[in-house]
């Protein structure tokens, strides 16, 4: 039995989509219902899903908001169901976390053939890819790091830092960018805060903390 939950506030897509996962499921699946934004974000809160949909442009907050306080804690599959269809709002969602996208009007077959996918992966049906750069290792399925095949503690804003450099091995990733990655659009703080989580970041990974290089005026990267 896998608990899913959708935060959509049109109420025909809720049905169509309810209807539709439980004829399809065959009471393997029991959908939740978050009917805006705030009550998205509660459910969330409250009780531990298997994979979520979210729409973005809710009533409360939106769906970029329930996406970020998720990834705070938590590696759930995420899908956004939206009709905002620029690469801009794509690539944000991904930044956030998302693991897909499903621009309205959508397929409801497609859009079951996504959740199966992402349910399958989360169980360790197909495993996610570790993510190798010299002495350190990533593994996103278990938000694990090893260095020199040492586990360590990350808080999750450096996991988030390493994991987003990782990601870009060799490749300058500037401030205002992981500023945006890491803690959204919206926030309206110092740059420097950057400055001070990678500080921690090189602390925390010891030896392997010089990998981290500092390219100055342009921002970081991470190389072997």
């Not at 506030?9 to 169509?16: L, Y």
């Not at 939740?32 to 298997?50: F, M, P, R, S, T």
Request: charged residues 30%; hydrophobic residues 40%; negative net charge.
């Amino acid at each position: 039995m896998y608990r899913l939950l959708l935060v959509e506030d049109d109420s025909q897509i809720r049905e169509v989509i309810e209807d539709f996962f439980r004829a399809k499921s065959e009471g393997q699946i029991e959908l939740h219902i978050a009917k805006d934004g705030d009550e998205g974000l509660q459910a969330v809160y409250e009780n531990e899903y298997d994979l979520c949909m979210l729409d973005v442009m809710l009533p409360g907050a939106s769906g970029f908001e329930i996406c970020r306080a998720i990834r705070e804690n938590s590696i759930v599959p995420i899908i956004f169901i939206t009709a905002r269809n620029r690469e801009e709002d794509k690539l944000y969602g991904y930044d956030l976390g998302c693991d897909d996208y499903i621009v309205k009007p959508f397929s409801l077959a497609e859009l079951y053939a996504k959740v199966q996918a992402l349910l399958k992966r989360a169980k360790g049906l197909v495993a996610a890819p570790e993510i190798k750069c010299g002495n350190v290792v990533l593994n996103p399925s278990k938000l694990t790091v090893m260095v020199n095949e040492v586990q360590i503690d990350l808080a999750p804003k450096e996991y988030a830092l390493l994991k987003c450099l990782m990601e870009n091995k060799n490749i300058v990733i500037s401030r205002d960018n992981l500023l945006r990655r890491i803690w959204g659009y919206d926030y309206d703080g110092n740059d420097r805060v950057v400055d001070n989580h990678i500080k921690k970041l090189r602390k925390a990974l010891k030896d392997a903390g010089d990998q981290i290089k500092t390219v100055i005026t342009k921002g970081y990267k991470i190389t072997d």
